[in-house]
């Protein structure tokens, strides 16, 4: 099964931007789908962003117009661009990749906006 680790939380304050990276241990051009995912509390785990294979590219209406997902094959990475930061968007983030039928997740990796 794929190993994927994701880089690049930390604390940053309302209005800033923050990275975020998912390094997969296979090429990624095999998965049919990768993208981020949170779980805000009391809620179930939640599609942020997502980009196909074809390079198709689907996001929450939460984050539309401030994140961007992106791939880059020749590192086997995924990124998140975080702009505009907001207290809501404080939680862990997940990185997925689908294969067929078959998820694998990251350990994820903590945002925390806050003034």
């Known amino acids: 099964q794929v190993q994927l680790v994701e880089s690049g939380g930390g604390l940053v304050q309302p209005g800033g931007s923050l990275r975020l990276s998912c390094a997969a241990s296979?090429?990624?051009?095999?998965?049919?789908?990768m993208g981020w995912y949170r779980q805000p509390p009391g809620k179930q785990r939640e599609m942020v962003a997502i980009i196909l294979i074809g390079g198709t590219t689907n996001y929450a209406d939460s984050v539309k117009g401030r994140f961007t997902i992106s791939r880059d094959y020749a590192k086997n990475t995924v990124y998140l661009q975080m702009n505009s930061l907001k207290p809501e968007d404080t939680d862990v983030y997940y990185c997925?990749?689908?294969?067929?039928?078959?998820?694998?997740w990251g350990k994820g990796t903590l945002v925390t906006v806050s003034a």
């Open positions: 296979e090429k990624i051009f095999s998965f049919n789908a």
């Open positions: 997925n990749a689908r294969r067929g039928a078959m998820d694998s």
